[in-house]
């Protein structure tokens, strides 16, 4: 079993920065066996997205939405990823979800972190 804990969600105003952090828990066993990290985010009323994926080997994916804004870094030795968001706008607005799985998935989702951007 892993368990994520996000943290630095806010509220900041458009055009500024934020870093997203989540730290990975769990049996060494199963955290070793994570491939893909990343993170999702929801707004109010729509559906859950990907935003950005790090495989272990550091292969990345992004919404295009965030493509030139938005990087996810991982650190394997920390057992955490991160994604550091620049030019942010209020679109962006929303819950921000870790996620990790095995293969296909996500197997595991965090809490949650709240992140407002203001106009």
């Known amino acids: 079993q892993v368990q994520l804990v996000e943290s630095g969600g806010g509220l900041v105003q458009a055009g500024g920065s934020l870093r997203l952090s989540c730290a990975a828990s769990g049996t060494s066993g199963s955290i070793f066996r994570l491939n893909a990290m990343g993170w999702y985010r929801q707004a109010p009323g729509e559906q859950r997205e990907l935003v950005a994926a790090i495989t272990r080997d550091g292969s990345t994916n992004y919404a295009d939405s965030v493509k030139g804004r938005f990087t996810i870094s991982r650190d394997n030795a920390k057992n955490t990823v991160y994604l550091r968001m620049n030019s942010l706008k209020p679109e962006d607005t929303a819950v921000y979800y870790c996620?990790?799985?095995?293969?296909?998935?996500?197997?595991?989702w965090g809490q949650g972190t709240q992140v407002t951007v203001s106009s």
């Open positions: 996620a990790a799985s095995y293969t296909y998935g996500p197997d595991y």
